[in-house]
């Protein structure tokens, strides 16, 4: 099926561990984009990318590195997992043809860094 | 700068009863706005975008919002709740050098009582 796939759904890991969350689009969009949501803060972005190798960082990027080698895959790696990285984990997209950012979502991934 | 605030984090009504979920904006220049929904353990969907056209937006699920310029205000209605509008709804304003840099409130939870 068509549209934003996101993996895995929930990960429990440990402090200092490196995890990669996966971002998967079917749409061919250009741009891509990981945002973390937190009680009281909404959600805040972290990374985008305009096109494959094209990435630039938002507004808390510090912890998070992303690559973007195909268009269609977005992944997202904490080198070394903290505790207030401990959050719910949203990939989005957008075709470049419609402006004023993201239009479509994907489900989310629950991560706990214990 | 930019900024975006969601002046009530909860709001309850009646089956059948009006919906008013409250957002003011801060913007030196024309801003877009957008209004999202999340149900539980889902993505955000896009209800409505404002951008710079008709200023009363009409949205999926018989939402609207009204871009007021002199309030600086984006509210979010509906004339009569369903059950299934029970959710939690982000207003967002997008940054004017940057249509893909989106800030979004703090969000709103409603909930429908039978």
């Known amino acids: 099926d068509a549209g934003i796939t996101q993996s895995p759904r929930y990960k429990i890991t440990e402090t200092g561990r490196q995890v990669t969350l996966m971002c998967h689009q079917t749409w061919s969009h250009s741009y891509m984009f990981w945002y973390r949501q937190d009680l009281g803060h909404g959600l805040r972005l972290i990374y985008y990318s305009a096109a494959a190798d094209i990435t630039d960082k938002g507004e808390v990027p510090d912890g998070y590195v992303v690559s973007r080698s195909k268009t269609e895959n977005f992944p997202l790696t904490l080198e070394s997992a903290t505790r207030s990285q401990t959050s719910v984990y949203f990939c989005a997209s957008r075709d470049p043809g419609l402006a004023g950012g993201p239009r479509l979502f994907g489900p989310g991934t629950r991560l706990t860094v214990l | 700068a930019q900024s975006v605030t969601q002046l009530d984090s909860h709001v309850s009504v009646s089956e059948g009863t009006p919906v008013l979920l409250r957002c003011n904006y801060s913007s030196s220049y024309s801003p877009s706005l957008f209004w999202y929904v999340q149900h539980p353990n889902k993505g955000l969907q896009l209800l409505l975008k404002y951008t710079s056209a008709a200023t009363l937006v009409k949205g999926i699920n018989g939402f609207e919002a009204e871009f007021k310029k002199s309030e600086t205000s984006f509210h979010l209605t509906k004339p009569s709740a369903h059950m299934s509008d029970a959710a939690e709804y982000f207003c967002?304003?997008?940054?004017?050098?940057?249509?893909?840099?989106?800030?979004f409130g703090t969000g709103t939870r409603l909930q429908v009582f039978p």
């Open positions: 967002v304003v997008t940054l004017p050098y940057n249509t893909d840099k989106l800030i």
